[in-house]
């Protein structure tokens, strides 16, 4: 059973940067597939970024040239550099893990409790 827990929200001015991370445990990280969700009041959970466990990575249009996914596969760890960030940007972000490499959010098996990030105009 995988456990993840997401630091690093807060609040940041539009053009501003944040870097979330998301720690995790459990033996299978090295081939499992990790990625970020946001959820903004009021709208559908949104994909933000997946990686590989290879490293091979994928974004979403809104968020391409500005957040960088990367992970740290020795220390089980899953980081999402934002930058240029905008007020659209504002919203929980969450980390997930699964054995699929997707954009689909009910197709990952594990997820964190989330943490904020906010911009402010």
């Known amino acids: 059973q995988a456990q993840l827990v997401e630091s690093g929200g807060g609040l940041v001015q539009t053009g501003g940067s944040l870097r979330l991370s998301c720690a995790t445990s459990?033996?299978?990280?090295?081939?499992?597939?990790m990625a970020w969700f946001r959820q903004a009041p009021g709208k559908e959970r949104e994909f933000v970024s997946a990686?590989?466990?290879?490293?091979?990575?994928v974004y979403a249009d809104s968020v391409k040239g500005r957040f960088t996914i990367s992970r740290d596969n020795t220390k089980k760890t899953v980081n999402l550099q934002m930058n240029n960030l905008k007020p659209e940007d504002t919203a929980v972000y969450y980390c997930?893990?699964?054995?699929?490499?997707?954009?689909?959010?009910?197709?990952?098996?594990?997820w964190g409790q989330g943490t904020q990030v906010t911009v402010s105009s």
């Open positions: 997930a893990a699964g054995s699929r490499f997707t954009e689909v959010s009910h197709h990952y098996e594990y």
């Open positions: 459990g033996p299978t990280f090295t081939q499992t597939s």
């Open positions: 990686i590989r466990w290879t490293g091979y990575t």
